[in-house]
């Protein structure tokens, strides 16, 4: 263990170990930090610089939610809700397919069976996939099914293998995507001047001196508007 996290660290932890020990060095695992990778490829040039799986899993798993996230908005135009089906699926999307339970195949089957849910069940495709190379025992086997995975999303989306018809409330899930994308007038914001608040005339606002402004003089037309309305009390001799 090396403490610190940064490029310098991870350079100087590097640069202390001995020149036989560098050399025999042909992969490093590491998260997605630039500048561990950066250290290595100055450090360890002939190394190859690879993500480790947990750290893949979890930026699938991200980009899952994004996307069930996205689609809710498009949607109901609102956050999850309880009783909303994708909020309800969030857990069970990012269930291996092997360990699903019979309940949980449902949930699965009557959320992908929505035809605006398509996007969300292609990024699970995806996210599935990844599990099971990493799962797979064969290690040759499972860089395959990795390498299969990356060409295919590489080119494009892939399909989910079944054909999605846009159903009668595709026009109206548009539109709400629309005003999603594009607020109202007047929840933006292109002047400040144009928000702010009507204030009172210069000359009616009451004005405190400040520690570094001197007193200015009153002028007799603003002392007599700011005589005092309570009587006054003048000794004599």
Not at 48 to 65: E, K, S, Y
Not at 194 to 207: E, I
Request: hydrophobic share 30%; aromatic share 4%; proline share 8%.
């Amino acid at each position: 263990m090396v403490e610190g996290r940064s490029k310098q660290a991870f350079k100087t932890r590097l640069a202390e170990r001995p020149a036989a020990w560098r050399d025999g060095v042909e992969v490093v695992a590491m998260d997605g930090f630039t500048g561990f990778k950066t250290a290595t490829a100055e450090e360890l040039p002939d190394a190859t610089a690879v993500m480790d799986p947990f750290h893949v899993v979890r930026l699938a798993g991200d980009a899952l939610d994004r996307c069930r996230r996205r689609i809710q908005l498009s949607i109901h135009g609102h956050r999850g809700h309880k009783g909303d089906p994708l909020y309800k699926s969030r857990r069970t999307l990012h269930t291996g397919a092997g360990l699903l339970t019979d309940k949980q195949h449902r949930r699965l089957t009557d959320l992908f069976a929505h035809g605006a849910h398509v996007e969300v069940e292609a990024t699970w495709g995806i996210y599935q996939r990844m599990i099971a190379a990493y799962r797979e025992p064969d290690r040759r086997r499972g860089r395959e099914l990795m390498a299969k995975l990356i060409n295919s999303i590489s080119v494009g989306v892939p399909t989910t293998g079944r054909n999605h018809h846009p159903g009668p409330h595709a026009e109206e899930t548009r539109r709400r995507r629309a005003r999603v994308l594009r607020p109202a007038r007047h929840q933006q914001r292109p002047n400040r001047g144009h928000q702010r608040p009507d204030r009172a005339p210069p000359r009616l606002r009451p004005r405190l001196p400040q520690p570094h402004q001197p007193h200015r003089q009153v002028p007799a037309r603003d002392r007599r508007l700011q005589a005092p309305t309570t009587p006054s009390i003048v000794k004599s001799r």
